[in-house]
């Protein structure tokens, strides 16, 4: 990585290439109830992410192997469409979908009632339409607020966001460029009301100051991102969340 | 007035609301759902489309690669083109390998364009023998409420009239606009009580019959005939049902730049 | 397809490469029970295409969830052989045969009485073990044959034959060689007594008027493909159709 | 005398018949049934033949194609067979990827020609290390009334024989003979009612147990053997068999050309 | 194979290139117990050869589908370990792994008492950790000492070994290096008491005299490692086999 | 002391542990059972490794392939992991293509020694743009008995260390050993009778919660975390494994050479 130590992504006063500061996430946007056909739905763009979520159900579970006697099964997909990314992604499941798609299922599953819905299953279906960096965090996020428009009793909220290393400064919300020549990378998924952690990845290198920093950005960049949360959801559902 | 639940009743409903010559949401049976058609809404596509009709939502990408030219076609490009209804627009869809729906759907649209002409391979050569343009159009859908093939089709042609070719990213020659020359529309109709009907929801697909799908292009020529599911139907009811696409293909294609 | 147009396929009387004149069909024969191990079997030879079918059943569908309360389903399968064409085919389902199969069988649930037999199966295998040009057509008339000599009660017999266009000039039934400087196809599956369509796929380019004359030639050309059909199933089983 | 449906009673059934030394269909133990072979039967393959034996009917068919030689072996072509046993050839064969029984059935096929080296290898060579033969063996089941192996193998050796290579089409050189310089050929032997019968019907294998596949060459060459399913057997049993198969592989072997 | 003629692998005085004469297997250890979590398992060092082998059960059979109503059923996979060879294996299934597992479970099958476990199955896995010739005869001679010691009653034990030609020289047992200048492969599962064949593949070339001499060197090369299998399962179980 | 075999009764047994602090093998919280690595164990790799942790047995194997490097970084050699749980090492693993937790297990194995940056893929280069090495991991689990992730790093570890790159087998040069620089440890924790523990076996794992892995280099640089099942955790909870992640790192760091 030190190949890239030239390319100066932060300039003297601590400005970012897109005009951000260290801790500063992108400009966010959500809306529910886009899938007129789905129980609950919702769009969240996050810089230029553009990620969709879908929830159907609680519906009876099947294959019957798939049952839970005490609860509900929480089926999530993570897929990037073809035309999301530069160079075209081929359809069909890889293991980075596959693997983000568990870590997203037993993030929300910790969140969601699922006792309260026996030998049943709820479908989360995260659709990335326009990726730029942080995809999985997008989509949890996005997931929390289909689930909440569905209707699904939660105990809480999950928020997911990641900060980083570039040029050996730790900032929050790497975007696409600065992902390109990034060091390190701390996506969290953290209850907004308990700020209970629910998802954990991290890869990179971080030494401990500069993991606390880190860590530090992304509980400090939920609450905006709450509030937009439950604005999204008083507006599609009249004023009620 | 909301549609019985169980495909027996629904059947028997519809076939009562044709009696009077009515469909489950007002429409008269050549009445097609407003359609909305908006392009450049995908960032990393270099040509999109989104179509909304009614509660049928679907989005249309087309990206580039660079291909090598099949030796029987030294100086032609390549097109492809892939339907994907996944499980995210409608619970009836499931994960996993496409369907045979879903095969069909693709196949169908992807002739509708290719058999039109309406792209010139030649045009998409860039070095003879060795390096040539493949064009790959991604239909993609993201809530179904009926007429897949039809918001398909629309969202390609869309997507496909505003593409550029991405020359500089490939380090090979200026940006240009994909040339499109001519303006292949499809129109679907659904035997619904026992009769067609165009632009079927997705409850009259579910109580309905067989269904046919006509792409026509400039002057009214056919360039692509689909039918699907069991059933019969006559000659005349065919050329009942070509008049109107005839007409509403003319209409299609004044939406579309 | 411009690039072709100096390859004349047709001459100035009419006459096609094989001799044919615009409304002929090539020549065909018909045999029922080729399989002796299928409860009903066909072979349809038109013109070098040699396709086979077997049927097995009515039986018990299965696995469950395949079975409808109501009616028989026809679990249909065109295949091509490895060794079918020129270039070999290697072994395995492609989209192509799978939509071939599709349409097929939903063009032979139309005439078959499967409400006699709720909760089974009727199986059909169409096996192209020579391709010329108009193989779906060929294997959804052999197809016919086949159940008609398993004894599976319909309502009537499909014959399916394609018109095309080739030099600008509509012809029945395109050969290989037409085929490949074909300009149009337009393959209609035709109900032998009723006249009324089952299957109908289409592509290329035909003016309104091409159209209708593509549409003529096949209405024409069943008559005595029809009576083939009942001659072979009348050799078949002794007399009796 | 129509065998019984249940394979219970089948296989007691069987070992009745047996405790007179006869069998389903009147044949002696070691009696096999007609076999019809005719060669030059597939239009596109550029070698073929069926092979009927009794209810049993299969096709093999060979066709070529240019391969980039091995690293290791620049002067070798290559030699593949597929063995097809699709749902048309009988109920109890399904849809899907090869069985089990498929596969034994290619590989074991397949084992008795390569191993008997009637193929010469260095004869495909077009360019050394540029180009050269891969001739590929489709045997292909029509209908399978019992012993596909034996259908198979023979079908192979007959179109296999008959083979031409088709330098022309692919504009390396005349149209010449694939060069065979052996004819190897199997005999298989189930175990129905107790002991070892040859060329067993369908309603034998599903009432037998064992079997043993045996591919003899020139001077009683042993090139391939198999053994399948769950049983065992003794030296003396297959010293009896192995006896056999010499015998019938020779007049097997003057069947084809 | 005439090719390789002039490679010399065996010596005037008929010693082959490790120092065997014709008839010698090559060294062979055993031991049983070695998969802590199995219900019985096996380690077979056979030369370089190096074969592991557990099994599971009897356990109940599902999905129901593959039960048999009137005994157990064995359910045999043989595979090579991505590292097992010089050239490294991509993981997955081939044809060559499931022709051998088939041929294995029905060696195996028929010395099992499997009647005694109606509608269960039992679990035979034999991964290759290092290959060098013979896998499949140290795959089946581990799964028995395995079946051994996971307690499974069995009316026999299988052994199994290959004799084979090189030089034109009938030898037994071949080792890597004769493997790959070898004319024939003859590869027979033995019961040890009985003297029974429950296995038996060949391939290659040989005259009926020297099918009958490899067939014989087979035939008295499974007695030494007979007496090696009941130690090692005296050795795991404390005394009694 | 047994443990019960339905999953409630274990899930109380374990809590009703845990309230004394106590564990299913008499291990304190933070206590690991006795490591055992062997290097060298596996004849055709090029590098190996087994490591036995209690009942956990796996191996790693590493081994070496020739590849084009990627246009965009023409010095560059290559890195693969994977991560195999076949049906030998457990009855709960079963056969098939590889389960969501195999998959999980090797990309985080994969990710924590990628990222440590412990492989220079500069030095892999063998000729720029034409030919580099390729390091393919295959890590191999034999009996699961809980833990799987710290066996596999530890062995991923030990077999990378001792590895060789095999430049006379390839013609590219002379043997030399793989340079490793660093080495990433991985730390396992999971959630059992509501406290987290250290190295669980497979009974705690059945019976407990969510699980944490912590992959930290040299100097405590934290290269790769993974959170896996359902749960929650908070941040003190986090900052007491991380505590115990750096000594136990250093501790396992000095057991591999």
Redesign the interface.
Known sequence: ?GGYGDVQMIDENGIRVDGRTAGDIRPVEIRAGV????DGSAEVIWG?N?V?A?V?GP?EAHPRKIQKQDRAVLDV?Y?M??????D?IR?GFN??S??I???TA?AL???VLTELYPRSKI?V?I?V???EAGTRCAGITAASVALADAGIPMTDMVISVASGKINGIVVCDLNKEEDNYGE?D?PMGI?AN???????????????EE?QQA?DYN?EAIAPVHVLMIEALEKANGGES | MAAPPVPELLRAHLAELAKNDERLDGRGRFEGRAVEIETGV????EG?ARVVMG?T?V?A???F?IMTPYPDRPTSGGFMT?A?V??????HWE?GPPSPEAIELGRVVDRGIRESGCLDMEDLCILPGEKAWQV?L?V?A????GNLFDAFATAAMAALRTAVIPGE?FDVGEDRPLPVSKKPMMCSYHRVGGRYVYDAV?REEIGGAERIHITLGDDDHVHSLQKGLKGAFTADEFAEIMDHARQRCAELRNMIE
Chains 1, 3, 5 share one sequence.
Request: net charge neutral; aromatic share 6%.
């Open positions: 990585m899938i007129p056909v789905a230029t553009h969709i879908a159907y519906m997909r897929n469409a073809p035309f999301s990314t530069t075209r359809p293991r980075r596959r693997e798609s568990k870590v037993e599953e910790t969140v479908r279906e659709e339409i326009t990726a390190a701390l209850c308990s700020g209970a952690l629910v998802f954990l990845q991290m890869d990179g290198d971080l030494s401990p993991f860590w509980m | 995908l960032a990393r596509a999109s509660d939502i989005l990408g087309v990206k690669q892939s994907e996944r499980p995210v627009s409608g619970v994960a790959i991604d993609f993201l809530s179904d409420d990213r997705r």
